[in-house]
């Protein structure tokens, strides 16, 4: 391990980091309003901090799979504190356990606030806390593509069986391309959506926070009550299908923009992630229908955005949940659960895994009936080995567990039983709201300090895959 | 690049942190003072003027009472002594105007102080409003309500800026300490790192260097030290594996 190679490539996405709060200063001193020193100073220290690892570490090419592992660790801690300067420095709400857990749900995509009045808060800090969603997003790409793949052959399956052979190649070797070929899908998945809500009627600043906020599948938005401040069914429908989109393996959306569109409807995962949010919003259809929602057009509404708000681990909201029937609570928390695809800017357990669950599922009843047969499950015809079954059942197990662990911390600190599960659940996915006292409709604020730093831990872990964030706090790593 | 160089960047950045940090809370401080006499002179003197007027009003009401019950002697000075302080009290709001939606009370001030005024200032002593309660309730009274409650919100809204002011000051106080605290932090890892880098780039190479200098003189070895920066220390370890493969080739032709 060479830390000074981690940090020279740290000093790149502190830099990347410096840009955008230097952009955000710029707009906070257009708009007048007073986040621009505290804006100014945070890009300076992370410039600073940036460029003086250059000046000393020469640049190098190789670097091993730790190294890799650690750089994008470090990045996203070291962002994380960089991000939390602004909030600091400018005060308000921002206390220093605010500010953390703030700037980590930014960069984790979580989109879970402490802001009790978010339109109070200064433009130019808006600005910056979509932009961390957005960096977060493009970081998640970075790990994807690069750490991922070396951390055995469970992760690297995990993004491996949806692709196609091509995309497949690219993504082994981690060719400068496949990089590329993710940047353009997430920057033009950007630009897409910032025109379509300028056409709704969105003025450019919330058009551009919340394609930021969408495409990252984050969820912070610059009103307090979110889409539903705007009241628009066209705002809605855009941004249910930007979250769909966001949810899908991003090589599969360039495959399909590049004219192979049945590769995407051919790959199992897209189907059974598309088929469960559709079957969820009939379900969460019929259930909220007569109460609260008297029109079959209102329950649509209201049931597909939540639904794919959660199911996509984006977490925008137009409707308070907390008000609704059990059956639509419990789907909810499942889609929370569950989220969206590998290969995408989702949390979440992943479809992937919940479809490599039922593979493991149907291999053991196969195995019960016919004990002397020879089974081996498939998906879009690549065969899984039992490692890689064991391996995503194992994180399952884990990923649930630390749910647990962390719903059982937060009630020993007087936390009610709803909302620390559910904001567990939330923050592991990276989803954003829970029920509760965290539910869509109101904020983190009433959480105590100690378990804001608890959520931040869980935002971190369903971030960096569990194991990752593990691996580089145990010390055989650092040898 | 160079080592001067190297070591100048660290020792600059460190001064800018420190520099910007201290310019920044040095311009908070500077406005929170201004901000503190803004708050003195914008909404204190407004409020301070608004307490004026009613007391000046209150008179003007006690007057108006006793020159009901005929004391005409007693009522008369009361009362012209208020006006002039009302007026007064008026005229400081006037020129105070300094928060949205002032000037419009100051207007209805105007206003409604005329029709108050209008009332008591004809005859009352001896003439069909003497002893008149109902009218007093019905006009003068109700006319003197009308011009407190201009005046409270007057005071109100003053106070609500205030207010917000205080804690827009509270904010400035925070951001003139935080960017110290943050540069002292800052500073502190910065100082870890370059002496991190410091050691592994300079200080590791200069003993590296030396021990293969004393492996040459003492073995007759090649010099074999590796430097991967291209530095000043760079250029030392070519010269000195310059200097020992001369050494060597001269014992061996001697």
Redesign the interface.
């Known amino acids: 391990m060479r ?2 190679i981690v ?1 020279r490539y740290v000093g790149f996405v502190l830099l990347f980091n410096a840009l955008f709060m230097f952009v955000s200063s710029m707009l906070s001193a257009f708009y007048s309003d ?1 986040a621009f ?2 804006l100014l ?1 945070g890009a ?2 992370s410039a ?2 940036g ?3 250059m ?4 640049s190098t090419t190789t670097i091993s799979n730790k190294e890799g592992l650690f750089i994008v660790i470090v990045s996203w801690l070291l962002s994380c504190l960089a991000g939390l ?1 602004p909030y ?5 709400e921002f206390t220093l356990a605010n500010a953390w857990f703030e700037s980590v749900s930014g960069f984790t995509t979580t989109g879970s606030t402490i802001l009790t009045d978010v339109e109070a808060v200064p433009r130019g800090l808006l600005f910056w806390r979509a932009a961390t969603h957005w960096i977060g997003g493009s970081g998640i790409i970075i790990f994807v593509l690069s750490v991922l793949p070396s951390m055995g052959q469970a992760g690297m399956m995990l993004y491996r069986t949806e692709m196609s052979p091509v995309a497949m190649e690219n993504f082994k070797y981690r060719t400068r391309k496949a990089l590329q070929v993710l940047m353009v899908v997430y920057v033009g998945l950007t630009a897409l959506e910032t025109v379509s809500l300028l056409i709704c009627g969105m003025d450019l600043f919330d058009a551009v926070t919340h394609a930021f906020a969408t495409i990252a599948t984050g969820g912070f938005s610059t009103k307090n009550l979110s889409i539903a401040y705007y009241n628009s069914v066209a705002i809605e429908i855009v941004t249910m299908v930007f979250m769909v989109l966001s949810g899908i393996h991003f090589a599969l959306l360039f495959m399909a923009i590049s004219g192979a569109s049945a590769d995407l409807f051919r790959s199992s995962v897209v189907r059974y992630y598309l088929a469960a949010l559709l079957i969820g919003t009939l379900v969460t259809m019929l259930d909220i229908h007569g109460s609260p929602y008297e029109s079959w057009g209102d329950a649509l509404r209201y049931a597909s955005f939540q639904i794919l708000s959660l199911g996509t681990s984006t977490g925008f909201a137009t409707a308070d949940t907390s008000l609704w029937p059990p059956l639509a609570t419990l789907l909810l928390i499942f889609f929370t659960l569950q989220c969206a695809c590998a290969g995408s800017t989702s949390g979440g357990i992943k479809v992937d895994r919940i479809v490599f669950f039922w593979k493991a599922m149907g291999k053991r009843i196969k195995g019960v009936q016919h004990p002397r047969a020879v089974i081996t499950p498939k998906m879009d015809n690549v065969p899984i080995s039992d490692d890689v079954l064991e391996m995503n059942l194992l994180y399952i197990v884990l990923y649930l567990a630390v749910v647990f662990i962390s719903s059982v911390l937060l009630s020993s600190l007087g936390v009610d039983c709803l909302s620390a599960f559910t904001g567990s659940a939330a923050t592991m996915g990276n989803v954003g709201p829970g029920f509760g006292m965290v539910g869509s409709m109101s904020n983190f604020s009433s959480i105590p300090d100690a378990g804001k730093y608890v959520l931040t831990a869980d935002m971190l872990l369903g971030r960096l895959e569990i194991f990752g964030l593990i691996i580089f706090f145990m010390s055989k790593s650092w040898k | 690049m160079g080592l001067r160089i190297k070591i100048l960047s660290g020792f600059l950045i460190l001064t800018m942190m420190l520099l910007i940090a201290g310019v920044w809370s040095i311009y908070e401080l500077r406005t929170i003072g201004s901000s503190a006499q803004a708050l003195l002179d914008d909404n204190y003197r407004s409020i301070d003027a608004g307490k004026m007027m009613l007391e000046a009003l209150e008179r003007e009401d006690s007057a108006v009472l006793l020159l009901l019950s005929g004391k005409w002697d007693q009522g008369r000075p009361i009362i012209q002594s208020a006006d002039i302080s009302f007026q007064q009290g008026l005229q400081i709001a006037r020129d105070n105007v300094t928060i949205p939606g002032e000037h419009d009370y100051i207007q209805a001030l105007d206003k409604q102080y005329a029709a108050y005024k209008k009332l008591w200032l004809k005859p009352i002593v001896g003439t069909k409003y003497e002893g008149n309660l109902r009218w007093y309730f019905e006009e003068i009274h109700k006319a003197f309500l009308e011009l407190k409650d201009t005046i409270q919100k007057l005071i109100t809204l003053n106070h609500q800026t205030m207010y917000k002011t205080a804690s827009e000051l509270k904010n400035r106080a925070h951001r003139s300490t935080m960017p110290g605290i943050v540069a002292i932090l800052s500073a502190l890892i910065f100082t870890l790192i370059f002496n991190y880098f410091i050691n592994f780039y300079m200080v590791s190479p200069i003993i590296r260097i030396t021990k293969g200098v004393h492996r040459v003189m003492e073995t007759g070895e090649a010099f074999d030290v590796a430097i991967e920066t291209k530095d000043e220390l760079f250029d030392l370890t070519d010269s000195i594996r310059k200097l020992a493969a001369r050494i060597r080739s001269g014992e061996k032709l001697s």
């Open positions: 830390p000074q940090l007073t020193f505290p100073y300076m220290i600073l901090f460029v003086f690892p000046i000393f570490v020469p300067m600091v420095l400018w005060g308000g």
